[in-house]
C-alpha cells in the first residue's frame, strides 16, 4: 500500500522560501509508470497543481509557479521536495504530495496534506 | 492558465441523482480525454472517482459515472446517498506536462 508523507515547516515568514518534502513508502519511487507532484489548496479554495518529477530528474512546473518553484527527487532516499521561493500570504495553503499516473494523468494517491502559513 | 469552471453548489435527495458540470476549452478538456475527478470530504485529501472521463478505480461505486462531450465533462452519481456529501473536483491535462484542475462543486444531499 502506497504511502505518501508531507514534512516540513509550518510557518513561513513573507518573501522567504517554503521548504516540503516527501517521504514514499510500499511503492518504488523508480517506477516509470509515474510522476510525483505537489498540489496545493488554500483555506476554502480550490485545487492548485504546481509541479511534477519523474524519477530520472526530469521536472514540469506549472506556468502560475515557473519562476519561483523548484521541485527534485532523491531516489536514494525515496523522497522528493518542494522549494518556493519569495512566498506571501497567498501562498498558505495545505499542499498535497502526490503520484500522477503517466499518459493517463491523473493522481492515484495523495499524501495526508500539510497547512503550511506564511506570516510573520 | 484558468481553472476550470464547476458550478458552485449542486444538491438532490437520497435516491435521486446529480450531475456536475465542468467547462474548459479545447487547450483541455476538449483536446484531452484525461479529465478526472476528486471527491474530497472536509479536511481530508481527495480521493480519485473518475479517470480518463469515464473509468471508475476499483472500489469506487458504479453510481458513479463520467462522461464529456466537447469542451465540457460531467460527473453523475445516481442514487445518491447521505456519504456522497462532499466536495467535488474534475481536472484535465492541458497540454506540455501541465494539468488544470476545476473550481470545485459542494454537493449537498437533502
Known amino acids: 500500500q502506497l504511502q505518501l508523507q508531507e514534512s516540513g515547516p509550518g510557518l513561513v515568514k513573507p518573501s522567504e522560501t517554503l521548504s516540503l518534502t516527501c517521504t514514499v513508502s510500499g511503492d518504488s519511487i523508480r517506477n516509470g509508470d509515474y510522476f510525483w507532484g505537489w498540489i496545493r489548496q488554500p483555506p476554502g479554495k480550490g485545487l492548485e497543481w504546481i509541479a511534477n518529477v519523474f524519477y530520472t530528474g526530469d521536472t514540469y512546473s506549472s506556468p502560475s509557479f515557473k519562476s519561483r518553484v523548484t521541485i527534485s527527487i532523491d531516489t536514494s532516499k525515496t523522497q522528493f521536495s518542494l522549494k518556493l521561493t519569495s512566498v506571501t500570504a497567498a501562498d498558505t495553503a495545505v499542499y498535497y504530495c502526490?503520484?500522477?499516473?503517466?499518459?493517463?494523468?491523473?493522481?492515484?494517491?495523495w499524501g495526508q496534506g500539510t497547512l503550511v502559513t506564511v506570516s510573520s | 492558465q484558468s481553472a476550470l469552471t464547476q458550478p458552485p453548489s449542486a444538491s438532490g435527495s437520497p435516491g435521486q441523482s446529480v450531475t456536475i458540470s465542468c467547462t474548459g476549452t479545447?487547450?483541455?478538456?476538449?483536446?484531452?480525454?484525461?479529465v478526472s475527478w476528486y471527491q474530497q470530504h472536509s479536511a481530508k485529501a481527495p480521493k480519485l472517482m473518475i479517470y480518463?472521463?469515464?473509468k471508475r478505480p476499483s472500489g469506487v461505486p458504479d453510481r458513479f459515472s463520467g462522461s464529456k462531450s466537447g469542451n465540457t465533462a460531467s460527473l453523475t452519481v445516481s442514487g445518491l446517498q447521505a456519504e456522497d456529501e462532499a466536495d467535488y473536483y474534475c481536472s484535465s491535462y492541458a497540454g506540455n506536462n501541465n494539468y488544470v484542475f476545476g473550481i470545485g462543486t459542494k454537493v449537498t444531499v437533502l
Open positions: 502526490a503520484r500522477l499516473r503517466r499518459f493517463a494523468d491523473y493522481v492515484d494517491s
Open positions: 479545447s487547450s483541455d478538456v476538449g483536446g484531452y480525454d484525461f
Open positions: 480518463e472521463v469515464n
